[in-house]
């Protein structure tokens, strides 16, 4: 006996599917290892070339401003506003938070909003799309789950449904652009640094070393900080709150990702502008959200609520 199709209650339409039709080809796959690994390469050759003159103040200047402008793009840009809706952002703020995650490189706005989205859907369950336990709870299969929870999943063939988890992006034009210009803002995420290195040392080897240092190093340790979140902090760490699925706590990530590693606070109140709660959890995306709100670039922002923290507190 056919089986009848599941309806969407809230509109009795059948509802979208989870996953689109289309898979990422050859060329796509090819360009993910591309820009992933290249500046991951960088990283081999930062010891030896930082004990030489391949690194001054200016570069570290520049890899720093770069790694906070384009890491916050992704934690309060990327996720704590577009994904989760923790606070509304006046449009010049909101267009450039989607520029700023876009130039992190981890994908088009849309694109990981969506996946994201769907991250939460099914937490840590069948549908995950980067779950480190994906494979079994024995020491081979979590292996083998943080692997694929870190970078193994950006090969997936399989595309996240943009019409399903993320309608309200594909309904704003001015986030349908950003997400049309990726490939320009994947190259100023590169060629910025140089310029500007150029520029304030005016010299070919001040571009070059910006370029490295500002460029690819900075690139693959925001990849490899954010990647964390998904393999480390759904296996490692502490429980403080409670959640449907494994996120926890990792304190000694919580400064390099922007306070993100508090991330079991954030699966037991996914739209809490601040996910470093308890004393002592430094949390560098809500300071920046509060200096937007102060600014008032930034209303709405749902900051966390004493009585639903005490209810789902556990310990």
Not at 189 to 194: D, G, I, K, M, T
Request: positive net charge; contains cysteine.
């Amino acid at each position: 006996m056919a089986t009848a199709p599941v309806l969407d209650p809230p509109t009795g339409r059948r509802p979208l599917p989870d996953i689109e039709p289309d898979r990422a080809g050859t060329g796509e796959r090819v360009l993910i290892g591309l820009f992933t690994g290249v500046p991951f390469l960088a990283l081999f050759a930062a010891v030896p070339m930082a004990w030489g003159n391949f690194l001054g103040w200016v570069d570290i200047a520049l890899m720093a401003v770069f790694y906070l402008v384009t890491a916050a793009g992704i934690t309060v840009g990327y996720h704590r506003h577009f994904t989760h809706s923790s606070f509304k952002a006046k449009r010049p703020l909101r267009i450039a938070l989607a520029v700023a995650g876009s130039m992190a490189i981890e994908g088009p706005v849309i694109n990981w909003v969506a996946d994201h989205r769907r991250h939460h859907k099914y937490s840590d369950k069948e549908g995950d799309p980067h779950s480190p336990w994906r494979f079994g709870n024995d020491w081979k299969a979590l292996t083998k789950g943080m692997f694929w929870a870190h970078y193994g999943w950006l090969f997936d063939g399989a595309r996240t449904s943009k019409r399903r988890f993320a309608p309200d992006l594909l309904a704003d034009r001015d986030i349908v652009r950003v997400q049309r210009w990726f490939p320009a803002l994947v190259a100023a995420s590169f060629l910025l640094p140089a310029l500007l290195g150029g520029l304030l040392t005016w010299s070919w080897q001040g571009a070059l070393t910006a370029l490295f240092w500002a460029g690819l190093v900075r690139i693959t340790l925001v990849h490899h900080v954010t990647w964390s979140v998904n393999s480390i902090c759904h296996t490692f760490g502490k429980e403080h709150f409670e959640a449907r699925d494994k996120s926890r706590n990792v304190w000694w990530l919580a400064i390099p990702s922007l306070g993100e590693s508090w991330h079991n606070l954030h699966h037991a109140d996914p739209t809490c502008a601040r996910h470093g709660v308890l004393k002592g959890q430094v949390d560098i995306s809500a300071r920046i959200i509060w200096a937007f709100e102060k600014l008032g670039w930034a209303t709405a922002v749902r900051w966390p609520n004493q009585e639903r923290l005490a209810a789902k507190r556990v310990g």
